[in-house]
């Protein structure tokens, strides 16, 4: 069983920022792509971003600019930090990761960008 302790989210007004962070065991942290994904109400989810162990980083087009994804090996976290946030961002945010051929989710976290 894997577990991925995501933390951060909650309300912001447009134009503000929020940072995102996953904890994931030490035991796969250093050997898998983490990302980050989101679902908005009514909405598919989507991938926000993803890093591999190495360092290689791949976001959605549409999240370039203003989100920035980032491992902090020394805590097995990745963060993710938003900037000049949306009401259009307002979802529910997962960490995602693979483990043994499955997809392991956290269990989400809300933000919620609105004046």
């Known amino acids: 069983q894997v577990n991925l302790v995501e933390s951060g989210g909650g309300w912001v007004q447009p134009g503000g920022s929020l940072r995102l962070s996953c904890a994931a065991p030490?035991?796969?942290?250093?050997?898998?792509?983490m990302g980050w994904y989101r679902q908005a109400p009514g909405a598919e989810r989507e991938l926000v971003a993803d890093?591999?162990?190495?360092?290689?980083?791949n976001y959605q087009d549409s999240m370039k600019g203003r989100f920035t994804i980032s491992r902090d090996n020394a805590k097995n976290s990745i963060d993710l930090q938003m900037t000049n946030l949306e009401p259009g961002d307002t979802a529910v945010y997962y960490c995602h990761t693979w483990w043994r051929g499955s997809a392991v989710w956290g269990q989400g976290t809300l933000v919620t960008v609105s004046s």
């Open positions: 030490t035991s796969i942290f250093h050997i898998a792509i």
């Open positions: 890093i591999a162990a190495d360092g290689t980083i």
